[in-house]
């Protein structure tokens, strides 16, 4: 894993081909049915279930994530299976855990971004990845000694996109979020095609943007989460 942050815990990793993207966003965009519209002007799409959409703020998981994560899973496992398999196995590699995706959780899905709804300006949520502390309520998911978050490009607007860090606010320190974004500019993490930035979720981030947004641009990313348990990495959305 290549080292692209002043924070020791976030890297790069090589995961495909840009052949190999080109492929997998055909696929993406020919799977538009099964797309969920997740802003008002839809212009930001999802395909799968994510935790942090349709899980954290709900009161009725199982309506919400658990039963459509089963229906979305199945059809994301037919379309996207060589996907799958070598995202845990490069994951194995890298991370050196063993590496499965958890049978009851969403699998990682994609973001979608269409042309005018890739944000120009940092004005998307600053944030930590806290969707797992719904997840660590359960049983077998109460005793995770830690955290993964990753995004693989698989295709980018053609004038790129980033990831805005702020290596030195953690969520478990108890500095001030408001201070940190008022004091201390972010890194920009340049995203690539086929390369996954990974990262523990628990360092400030915020998505990067774009400055130059032209009408067939396209932002389509794998996203997806991991929880440590026991040895074992189980991967989820």
């Known amino acids: 894993m290549r080292r692209i942050s002043s924070h020791r815990s976030i890297g790069e990793i090589d995961v495909l081909s840009i052949n190999e993207c080109t492929e997998l966003a055909e696929l993406v965009l020919k799977s538009r049915d099964e797309w969920t519209s997740r802003s008002p002007k839809g212009m930001f799409f999802t395909l799968g279930i994510n935790a942090y959409m349709d899980l954290a703020q709900s009161a009725d998981a199982q309506a919400s994530y658990f039963g459509p994560a089963r229906r979305a899973n199945k059809m994301l496992r037919h379309r996207f299976a060589g996907l799958y398999d070598k995202l845990a196995q490069v994951l194995r590699l890298e991370l050196g855990f063993p590496t499965r995706y958890a049978e009851d959780l969403a699998m990682p899905g994609f973001h979608i971004w269409i042309s005018d709804g890739i944000p120009r300006q940092a004005t998307a949520s600053v944030h930590f990845d806290l969707q797992y502390q719904r997840l660590v309520t359960r049983s ?11 995004t693989l490009p698989i295709m980018l607007p053609a004038y790129g996109s980033s990831l805005r860090l702020w290596p030195d ?42 400055p130059v947004v032209q009408p067939d641009d396209f932002r389509i990313t794998l996203q997806g989460h991991g929880l440590v348990i026991g040895k074992e990495l189980m991967l989820y959305w």
């Open 140 to 150: 077998r998911y109460a005793k995770a000694s830690g955290t993964v978050s990753f």
């Open 169 to 210: 606010c953690n969520y478990s320190d108890n500095a001030s979020t408001f201070t940190v974004l008022s004091q201390v500019d972010p890194e920009i993490i340049n995203y690539h095609v086929g390369s996954a930035i990974v990262h523990s979720g628990l360092v400030l981030h915020q998505i990067g943007a774009t």
